[in-house]
Structure formats: structure tokens, C-alpha cells
């Protein structure tokens, strides 16, 4: 889906109408509880993981299944009446509590290099296979808790699962040579796809603070504690605001908020729409387009020139 369809979903689809986008915002909230758990100096623990299925659905209407354990088999492939024909079989569910307990005491480790130990610990935890639903999306959480937790991605996240989805056959291939135990092929091809998700997202870091600087240019803003240059600071993180939002940023009185917000307007750098019943809101100009140009080329491998799968419209606007 666009970043403007989930912001605008974010923002005002409090009942959850928007299925879709709620699904998307809960993946966000668990990767954002992960890397709450990663900057913690507290050892992981079976909760914390369980805390990251619970984010995932809280709000979905899935909901029923948050932090819930699988207590029957489940399989991936095949036939849903049984796992015949299936591509692969997890352990049995009487065995996945201990598994659990195992892999976060291997989360706490510090004896082997992070990459490494980030892309063990999501294969594990995707052989494991602990919850009915989810488990692609949780295990992918897990890599950005190792990363953050040993120190490598302090300030922003990188886009592995991104690359992943793309190279979607090369990454079940190389899953498939860890679980045959071939672990070496698993762990250059993750290797690989965490060094391209950070390149690409220090370009795209690069190109947001462009951005922004062309927002301070068209708002006139001298002074970067200037209360619009404040707001131009927060707008990657919230695309949409409304006074009382920025007020929130601000600080102060919300007229020097609204005064903010109007000069920003003004000059371009937002533009003015309705969300929901007389919600009167303004979304940053351009940052839209940024995102989904970003997603779109991580979508189209090196030396191709469309995508491999699904991405938001060019345009940025559906």
C-alpha cells in the first residue's frame, strides 16, 4: 500500500476500518517494541518475544491470537487438512516451549558477531515456527532487536525485510540450507541482504535530510529552533499534524502552534486536507512520493528495471 494511505490510517482510522493499513501499523508496532527490547540493558526473555506477537496483532482482528504459543502442528505448503506435500514441518508443539527458552538465551549472547547472530537467531526462530500467524513477521523483528541491542543500527532500521521480499525464492533457499545444515549459505545471503538494506538506507537517510532542507529553503526559516523548523523536524516521523499535534511538538500555546503550521502552509512545505468527519489536518508535500520511490527500488534488483513484486503507485496517491 502508499505511506500516504497507512499515515492517513494512522492517523485517523481509530475503529479500524482500514484492515489492511492496521495490519501494516501493527508490523510497525512490533518493530517498534523490538527495538525497545534491542536498547534495553535488560536480558531477553520469552516474554519479550511474546510481547512482539502481541504488538503485531493488538488492534487487528486477528487480536485473538496475540502472544498465544501454537499448542497444535502447524506447516507451511501443501494442504491446510494435513502436512502432506507441505515444504516444511515445524517441530512438534510440544517441543516449542523449550525452543523458545533457548533461542532467547542465544539472543543474549555476545560471543559472535552480530550479523551473524541476528540472522541465526530469525532462522531459528523461523524453523521454530512458535505462533499460528505472524512468525515471518515477528522473526523479522528479531534481527532489528540483535541489531540494535549489539550496537550496529543505533539510529535507524535498516530495511532487511524489504531486500528479503525481494530475493522472496533466494531467501527460502538459503533458509532451507541452514535448516539442511549448511549454515554457511544461510549466512551470506544474509549477510549480503543486511549490507544492501544499509547502504540503501543511508542513501535514503541522505535524501530525507535533502528534503528537509528544502522545506527550511521554501519556509525561509533561519533558525533551526525556529518553531516551524522544529516541525519540519519532526514531519519524516509524522507526516500528518494537525494543531494539536504540532502543539504537541512545540510546545507553548496552540496559536503558536496554528501560526507554525500556517507558515508551513504557506510556503508549500504542507498542504491542507480533511480526514474524517471536520479533521482538519495538514501532510507533508513530497515526502510521499519519497517513500514509496524508496520501497519501489528496493523492490527492482540490481541491473533490473521494474520491480519483483508488488509496491505502491508511482504516483503516491492511492
Known amino acids: 500500500m502508499s505511506h500516504k494511505r497507512l ?3 494512522a492517523y485517523v482510522d481509530a475503529d479500524g476500518r482500514d484492515e489492511t493499513a492496521q495490519s501494516v501499523l501493527g508490523n510497525i508496532r512490533a518493530m517498534e517494541r523490538a ?3 534491542g536498547a534495553s540493558a535488560s536480558p531477553i526473555k520469552v516474554s519479550d518475544i511474546l510481547e512482539l506477537h502481541t504488538a503485531l496483532f493488538r488492534g487487528t ?4 491470537l496475540a502472544g498465544w504459543v501454537r499448542d497444535r502442528q502447524n506447516w507451511i505448503g501443501g494442504s491446510s487438512f494435513n502436512p502432506r506435500g507441505a515444504e516444511f514441518i515445524p517441530p512438534p508443539p510440544e517441543f516449542v516451549a523449550d525452543l523458545i527458552e533457548d533461542l532467547a538465551a542465544f539472543l543474549n549472547r555476545e560471543d559472535l558477531p552480530p550479523v551473524q547472530q541476528a540472522g541465526i537467531a530469525h532462522a531459528q ?6 505462533f499460528s500467524d505472524g512468525n515471518g513477521r515477528v522473526g523479522r523483528c528479531l534481527i532489528h532487536v ?3 541491542r549489539r550496537g550496529l543500527a543505533p539510529r535507524y532500521v535498516p530495511p532487511v525485510s524489504l531486500v528479503l521480499a525481494t530475493h522472496a525464492d533466494d531467501y527460502i533457499k538459503a533458509l532451507t540450507a541452514h535448516r539442511d545444515a549448511r549454515p554457511v549459505e544461510w549466512c551470506l545471503f544474509f549477510a549480503n541482504t543486511t549490507s544492501v538494506a544499509s547502504a540503501e538506507a543511508r542513501r535514503f537517510a541522505a535524501k530525507i535530510a ?3 532542507e528544502e522545506w527550511r529553503g521554501q519556509a525561509g526559516i533561519k533558525r533551526r529552533d525556529a518553531a516551524a523548523a522544529r516541525l519540519i523536524d519532526e514531519l519524516p516521523r509524522q ?3 494537525n494543531v494539536k499535534t504540532a502543539h504537541k511538538v512545540l510546545g507553548g500555546s496552540e496559536e503558536r502552534a496554528r501560526l507554525a503550521m500556517n507558515r508551513l502552509e504557506t510556503t508549500g512545505v504542507v498542504e491542507k486536507v480533511t480526514l474524517g468527519s471536520r479533521n482538519r489536518a495538514w501532510e507533508a508535500v513530497g515526502l510521499y512520493e519519497a517513500l514509496n ?3 519501489r527500488g528496493l523492490a527492482t534488483p540490481a541491473g533490473e528495471t521494474e520491480p519483483t513484486r508488488p509496491t505502491p503507485a508511482a504516483a503516491g496517491d492511492t
Not at 482482528?61 to 485473538?64: C, F, K, S, V
Not at 526462530?125 to 512458535?130: A, G, K, R, S, Y
Open 7 to 9: 499515515a492517513r490510517a
Open 35 to 37: 527495538i525497545e527490547i
Open 61 to 64: 482482528r486477528d487480536a485473538h
Open 125 to 130: 526462530f523461523e524453523t521454530i515456527h512458535p
Open 146 to 148: 540483535v541489531l540494535r
Open 210 to 212: 535533502e528534503l528537509q
Open 239 to 241: 507526516p500528518v499534524l
Open 293 to 295: 520511490g524508496f520501497e
